[in-house]
């Protein structure tokens, strides 16, 4: 008993120590974008300055057009989340449930896309961008992203945990593969709906690499990219700066704390747990 105590104390200890570890330099990003620039780089560090400077959160727009940025970002990670979601959870049930020929040697072969870097497909991908007229649009950063091979593992994973009386009981009744897609797998699968949703967002919101290759113009900008932008060569305003990452964050701070519920079941029960 004495064992089992002890040996609780310290994993106890090392998860306090892990939490803190990614704790601090989030706090510290929050206390950066309160000071001063002149109080950012002082030896001792610390972590106030002598007084709050709320200011640094006005001056986010002042170069560049951060709510523009904002705006951008929260338009193309709603689309790509709407159209995934839709497009992962429909193939997932045909995987889970429709049975056709050559079924699994589809999903496997669709599985095995997941093996392929994204950097691989980011030359092909801006080539048929650009053939198709559609660099330095938002069009160039959602259309690739509708689709995910991920998606519809997480989504297939889920469906085949749904009795199978629940499907038979409704084609008993006249009900038409859609209509049970519809009717009863998507209203039960609001966990994995949810999972799938959050892990989106928060992929399409902090993307960097494709805005990077895709987009030209300041006005279209992602807020990843415009916060890089507000760098300078050789000086950069970090309270501004931090201020600006901490405003970003709102939005997957928001998603995550909604789904929250939802998020832990889907991932216990959709087979990815750790």
């Known amino acids: 008993m004495r064992k089992v105590t002890l040996g609780r104390i310290i994993a106890y200890i090392v998860l306090v120590l892990g939490a803190l570890s990614m704790t601090i330099p989030f706090l510290w990003m929050i206390s950066t974008s309160f000071k ?3 109080e950012v780089f002082v ?21 560049y057009p951060f709510g523009k940025f904002f705006l951008n970002s929260i338009n193309i990670s709603v689309v790509v989340v709407v159209f995934q979601v839709l497009t992962s959870s429909m193939a997932g049930f045909a995987f889970a449930r429709l049975k056709f020929k050559g079924r699994e040697a589809l999903f496997a072969l669709y599985l095995a896309t997941l093996m392929v870097p994204f950097h691989v497909t980011l030359v092909p991908t801006f080539v048929m961008m650009r053939n198709f ?86 006005a279209k900008m992602t807020v990843p990219l415009g916060l890089a932008s507000m760098q300078g060569h050789y000086s950069t305003d970090w309270p501004v700066l931090m201020a600006g990452t901490v405003i970003a964050l709102l939005p997957v701070l928001v998603v995550f704390l909604l789904a929250q519920e939802y998020f832990v079941q889907g991932i216990t029960l959709s087979g990815i747990k750790g």
Not at 143 to 154: D, N, W
Not at 173 to 202: E, H, N, Q, W, Y
Request: aromatic share 18%; with cysteine; glycine share 6%.
């Open 133 to 218: 007229g559609w660099v330095d649009t938002h069009y160039s950063l959602i259309l690739p992203s509708l689709v995910s091979a991920f998606g519809t593992f997480l989504m297939r994973q889920f469906f085949i945990t749904i009795p199978v009386e629940l499907e038979e009981s409704a084609r008993i009744d006249g009900c038409t593969p859609f209509g049970i897609f519809a009717r009863i797998f998507l209203p039960l699968s609001k966990p994995a709906l949810a999972t799938l949703g959050v892990f989106t967002f928060m992929g399409t919101w902090n993307d960097y690499i494709k805005p990077l290759i895709f987009i030209n113009s300041v």
């Open 36 to 38: 001063d620039l002149s």
């Open 43 to 63: 030896f001792p560090p610390t972590f106030f300055g002598e007084k709050i400077v709320w200011k640094n959160y006005l001056r986010v727009s002042d170069r």
